[in-house]
């Protein structure tokens, strides 16, 4: 785990990350950079919870991809931390193969109703 007294700027994706990290941003998409930053640290946006083994299938669009893993979010985190999910771009699945999303906890505000969207 990165150590919380340091900004680490730019990390490649949310999926080099370990659970319980925290970031600058509020990605909409697992394969955005992103800053981490300590839990503790005003800036922080977003807290990591547990990563999502999507099903290896072919691309199904944005909406059905993050319907499944707010699913596995809620069957997995029950206590209430987790109110969000990022995903794979379009891109991601399709070029990179990557069938891997993180469970999340939007710090101040979010909700499974906009789940990966910036609100």
Partial sequence: MPDPRVTYVGAPSVLVLQPGTCIEERPTT???????VACTDPAARTRLVGPVPLTDRPYRGDALTRTEAVDFCGLSYSDGEV????????????????????????LGGGSATSVGAAP
């Fill in 30 to 36: 697992v394969d955005e950079r992103v800053t981490v």
């Fill in 83 to 106: 109110n969000g999910a990022l995903v794979p771009s379009r891109d991601g699945w399709v070029t990179n193969v990557e069938r891997t999303g993180y469970c999340v906890e939007y």
